[in-house]
């Protein structure tokens, strides 16, 4: 398990930018593949992007391709989540998570960092 905190949420009017953040405690962050999931108002978690331990894999969700954009420092145990073009239907709580390499499972979450997109 590591522990997860996510930051750089707030309010932003559509078409705009936010970089989300994710801080890991530990030495093993290199070891897991890490996601970005969200949840909006009145609806079900849904998958954002994966990035693999080495940072050279990444997966996107069709609602995310060509806007976010995910990436990874393991000197600094710190997943980002690049959001551009924004829209009102982004609006969500977002949270990161980790899974063991190769793995489907998320073992660790974030406890989330509120993105809302004004119109």
């Known amino acids: 398990q590591v522990h997860l905190v996510e930051s750089g949420g707030g309010l932003v009017q559509a078409g705009g930018s936010l970089r989300l953040s994710c801080a890991a405690s530990?030495?093993?962050?290199?070891?897991?593949?890490m996601g970005w999931f969200r949840q909006a108002p009145g609806k079900e978690r849904e998958f954002v992007a994966v990035i693999n331990w080495s940072g050279r894999n990444t997966y996107y969700a069709d609602s995310a391709k060509g806007r976010f954009t995910i990436s990874r420092d393991n000197v600094k145990n710190t997943v980002y989540l690049q959001m551009n073009s924004l829209k009102p239907e982004d609006t969500a709580v977002y949270y990161c998570a980790a899974r063991y390499r190769g793995t489907d499972d998320y073992h660790s979450w974030g406890q989330g960092t509120l993105v809302t997109v004004s119109s």
């Open positions: 530990g030495r093993t962050f290199a070891t897991y593949d």
